[in-house]
């Protein structure tokens, strides 16, 4: 049994649209270079109420011609013929993504050091996990510098944002219900 192809998500609205409207490859590809919806073609063909509306076919022609300033794309291509190439580059990234991954990790086990399996952190004792921010400086120390520890608010404060609110206390509560 012959396996079927599976046609992404984002596609399958343009075929919809095509069977529905009864457009032809060109006619989508157009719409699709010029950026339409294919939801909104309703609105677009809506000549039963709205009879000075172009025709889909000649307003698309019509959009296509003034953007691109000529009749008809170079190559026409059906959606599936662009889904089918879109899921084969995919698996092409997919797959060197792989490789990719493979030979890592072959570097890396090639690059293991050989002492005696002790592992070093990189922490000395006493010396505190510090990460830089986007300038460079270390938080932690900026943050002694200050003489406040902005990560992190103090016991009966309650930190929104950048600015910390005190919490309500017990004597506060009972001086509103009095």
Same mark, same amino acid.
């Given at each position: @049994?012959?396996?079927?192809?599976?046609?992404?998500? $984002? /596609?399958?609205?343009?075929?919809?649209?095509?069977? !529905? #409207?009864?457009?032809?490859? @060109?006619?989508?590809? @157009?719409?699709?270079?010029?950026?339409?919806?294919?939801?909104?073609?309703?609105? #677009?063909?809506?000549?039963?109420?709205?009879?000075?509306?172009?025709?889909?076919?000649? /307003?698309?022609? /019509?959009? #296509?011609?003034?953007? /691109?300033? $000529?009749?008809?794309?170079?190559? *026409? !291509?059906?959606?599936?013929?662009?889904?089918?190439?879109? *899921?084969? $580059?995919?698996?092409?990234? $997919?797959?060197?993504?792989? !490789?990719?991954?493979?030979?890592?990790?072959?570097?890396?086990?090639?690059?293991?050091?050989?002492?005696?399996?002790?592992?070093?952190?990189?922490? *000395?004792?006493?010396?505190?996990?510090?990460?830089?921010?986007?300038?460079?400086?270390?938080?932690?120390?900026?943050?002694?510098?200050?003489?406040?520890?902005?990560?992190?608010?103090?016991?009966?404060?309650?930190?929104?944002?950048?600015?910390?609110?005190?919490?309500?206390?017990?004597?506060?509560?009972?001086?509103?219900?009095?």
């Amino acid at each position: @049994m012959a396996k079927k192809h599976r046609i992404p998500h $984002k /596609f399958l609205p343009w075929i919809e649209a095509r069977k !529905k #409207y009864k457009l032809s490859h @060109m006619h989508i590809q @157009m719409a699709r270079e010029l950026g339409l919806s294919p939801k909104k073609f309703g609105n #677009y063909a809506n000549r039963e109420q709205q009879p000075w509306k172009l025709p889909l076919v000649d /307003f698309i022609e /019509f959009l #296509y011609e003034r953007q /691109f300033k $000529k009749k008809e794309p170079d190559e *026409v !291509k059906s959606i599936e013929q662009i889904a089918g190439e879109h *899921v084969s $580059k995919r698996n092409q990234k $997919k797959a060197a993504k792989a !490789k990719a991954e493979t030979q890592e990790s072959t570097n890396e086990t090639a690059a293991e050091p050989e002492s005696g399996g002790e592992i070093s952190l990189g922490l *000395v004792a006493g010396q505190q996990n510090q990460r830089p921010d986007s300038e460079g400086h270390d938080q932690a120390s900026e943050a002694g510098d200050r003489g406040d520890d902005r990560s992190s608010p103090s016991v009966g404060q309650i930190a929104l944002s950048d600015h910390c609110i005190p919490a309500q206390t017990q004597d506060d509560a009972s001086d509103q219900s009095q």
